[in-house]
């Protein structure tokens, strides 16, 4: 068995691992409601177990990016399935972090969740170990990309924790319109999550029913040489059903799904490159598939999310959860300082000549360096606290991920080579 094997196989344990530490977690949390004998030492033991394997798994995480390390000859962040996983990686090393320094067993019910949607939302990009463009050869990728990433896996750990102090303190039956107000963008923040899982659900059910649909996409060129336009015939593939097809093209092959054999419109003209239609129909299908796995939820707990996972948390001082999420803040913040804008810039200088070029993913990188720089400001100056400082650290992270995500499946730009395939 060679490195690339090895690497699978860890990533894969890692996964379960982190699967069954979620697990672990929950019954820590809920098991002590309903064991009438020592409810405390219910928690302590089951919190042991929970850190234990989450511990276990995050030392599989580890093996799988050494063992890819080591067989493709750099750090394994140079595409979108290689970063998301790096990713994964980091925010349970920062919960590990901010849970020996706090203790708080509740942390895992949240944190897990939201590192086994990163590993399934890489697990769809292309896993093939591909040689590095050769504006990534550089010892700038090791140290922009891996810090950037460790950055934003501490604001992820404040995104957690605030997103738990909103459940925590949000009434959510209040009737008075600032009280409805606040629920619906409680229960907007989990949709837009859910909405996650609604991509990683069509994708993956789709690639198993081996759904494919082609298109003919005519690019005309002109010729310097002779001064004539020639047309070229590019082929796009499909593995969602085409809900929007490829500017100026023909279907070539189209599996029928649910009757639809061929594209209910074209992407517009103003969105540009081969991939842009399919792009767009990726978006529609997360957020119609994420709709339907909201609304099953909805019917099966009878009641908004909010409310369904609000009692969880009556326990916990919503205090000790402003303060994780500040202090998990201020660690990242610097960190992703240097990584996403600082070497950012530097190697940005080295490869293109040019320290700012107004990329979509340089910009967007400086809107959330913005944010959390406003969001500090406020928290240290304003006494921004408690709920306001809460919904500040979630809104970032929602930044964060259309970072990461959004400008990768929506604009095109020099970093598209992040393996939006």
């Not at 995104?159 to 959510?172: C, E, H, S, T």
């Not at 500017?247 to 540009?272: N, V, Y």
Request: charged share 15%; hydrophobic share 50%.
């Amino acid at each position: 068995m060679n490195f690339l094997e090895i690497s699978r196989v860890a990533f894969m344990s890692a996964f379960l691992l982190y699967c069954a530490a979620f697990i672990c977690y929950v019954v820590a949390v809920t098991g002590k409601t309903w064991r009438n004998r020592d409810p405390e030492r219910h928690e302590a033991k089951w919190g042991r177990i929970s850190f234990t394997v989450s511990s276990l798994g995050l030392l599989s995480h580890l093996v799988y990016c050494g063992t890819r390390w080591a067989y493709s000859g750099h750090v394994p962040v140079s595409n979108m399935y290689e970063f998301m996983s790096f990713l994964s990686m980091m925010i349970m090393v920062a919960f590990t972090v901010v849970f020996i320094i706090y203790r708080k067993i509740l942390l895992g019910v949240f944190a897990l969740p939201l590192a086994i949607l990163i590993m399934a939302y890489a697990a769809v990009f292309p896993q093939d170990v591909q040689p590095l463009i050769p504006s990534l050869r550089s010892i700038w990728l090791y140290i922009h990309v891996t810090l950037a990433a460790t950055g934003e896996s501490f604001f992820a750990v404040g995104f957690i924790a605030g997103l738990m102090y909103l459940l925590r303190a949000v009434d959510f039956s209040a009737t008075d319109r600032p009280g409805r107000r606040q629920k619906w963008w409680v229960e907007f923040t989990l949709f837009s999550i859910i909405i996650v899982m609604g991509f990683i659900v069509s994708v993956f059910a789709f690639r198993a029913a081996g759904y494919e649909a082609v298109f003919v996409q005519n690019q005309t060129t002109i010729d310097s040489q002779v001064e004539q336009d020639s047309t070229i015939e590019d082929k796009v593939i499909y593995n969602l059903p085409p809900i929007v097809g490829p500017h100026q093209s023909e279907p070539e092959q189209i599996q029928p799904f649910l009757g639809m054999t061929k594209p209910i419109f074209d992407a517009p003209s103003w969105m540009r490159g081969d991939t842009a239609g399919r792009k767009l129909n990726t978006v529609i299908w997360a957020i119609l598939t994420g709709t339907v796995l909201y609304l099953l939820l909805r019917l099966i707990l009878r009641k908004s999310l909010g409310s369904a996972l609000s009692p969880a948390l009556r326990a916990i001082d919503p205090d000790d959860l402003d303060e994780i999420s500040y202090r998990a803040i201020a660690i990242g913040f610097p960190i992703f300082t240097l990584g996403a804008l600082v070497f950012a810039m530097i190697w940005a200088q080295q490869a293109w000549g040019r320290f700012w070029g107004w990329d979509p993913k340089e910009v967007w990188a400086l809107i959330t360096w913005l944010f959390y720089s406003a969001y500090l400001h406020l928290r240290l100056s304003r006494g921004f606290q408690g709920r306001k400082a809460s919904w500040l650290a979630v809104l970032g992270f929602l930044v964060v991920m259309f970072t990461l995500v959004g400008v990768n499946l929506i604009i095109a730009g020099l970093h598209s080579y992040a393996g939006t395939d």
